[in-house]
């Protein structure tokens, strides 16, 4: 089979087939891309970001594509993915930065902690803006320790999405966390086919 690729030529291999110019698209491309995840990583939501700052998981995801696509692609040189490597994370870390020193931008790129329980009273509206399920608040109150809805006195969504659950000194009248949790299991049982 005839090609016009050449294996192992080097000017290929560390500048690539563009023109140097081509640099300075590359940088645009970085600016416009690391754009593009910001608005993914905050249409994510919190319970994307598990642990990680949204910063992080872009820079993350950045250099995962750039170092995947060198790899992959004989046009892709190395020099495009360096630059893409550098200046993605020079643009996370200036942001990271210039959220340090502005409150304006701070609000704009990051996320605040959400109450999503108050006194055992769920704020559905709350959970529908921050994407999480009934299921999954039940499961983490349980994790949290809750048995009843009456016992948490504040859910908190925070910004790595994780969940602060507090929990208040009485007694629950009731175990419904724990009842949803065995209604659950009993439902799976039971569609479960005898013999199986």
Known sequence: METDFRPFDWHRILLGEQ??????????????????????????????????????????????????????????????????????????????AWTQRSKRVREHTE????????????????LRRERTTLRELHAE??????RSLSQVRYAILEMTGEFSVFLNDREPEDEDLLAIASDEQTNVDSRRAPGT
Not at 27 to 56: D, E, H, T, Y
Not at 71 to 94: F, H, K, N, R
Not at 111 to 126: F, K, T, Y
Not at 141 to 146: I, M
């Open 111 to 126: 996320s605040r902690p959400s109450v999503l329980v108050v006194n055992g009273v769920i704020d559905h509206d709350a």
């Open 19 to 96: 023109p140097p110019a081509y640099l300075l698209e590359v940088a645009i491309k970085c600016v416009l891309v690391f754009c593009l995840l910001l608005l993914v990583m905050r249409l994510m939501g919190k319970r994307g970001q598990n642990n990680l700052s949204p910063m992080q998981q872009m820079l993350l995801i950045a250099l995962g594509s750039a170092a995947g696509d060198v790899l992959l692609y004989p046009s892709v040189a190395l020099s495009y993915a360096a630059l893409v490597l550098v200046g993605i994370t020079m643009l996370t870390v200036g942001l990271e």
């Open 141 to 146: 109150l349980r994790v949290g320790g809750a």
